[in-house]
């Protein structure tokens, strides 16, 4: 798995950087670049979907352990987890 996710950032990055390149062609030779900028938004739209419900992930989890280890209530929690996970696996 670990390798899996390793070559999907190479190749994401890969994408970003070609694209980037050929914006950079595009513009200096003056033709138009709607479609690099439009790929590049996408691009960075989904990526950044998937850091923010990282994030979110982790800090559930935090304050999931900082309640387990002081002892606190965790069903308020662990109902916002839930909700959270069954959000990512219905998109």
């Known amino acids: 798995m670990k390798n899996l996710e390793e070559s999907t950032k190479i190749a994401k990055g890969a994408r970003f950087a070609m694209l980037a390149r050929q914006l950079a062609d595009k513009h200096q030779a003056r033709q138009p670049i709607r479609a690099e900028l439009t790929e590049l938004a996408i691009l960075r739209g989904q990526e950044q979907r998937v850091t923010d419900r990282e994030i979110a992930f982790q800090g559930l989890g935090r ?29």
């Open 63 to 91: 304050q999931i352990g900082d309640a387990a280890r002081t002892s606190q209530p965790l069903e308020d929690l662990l109902s916002r987890l839930v909700e959270l996970r069954r959000h990512e696996l219905n998109g």
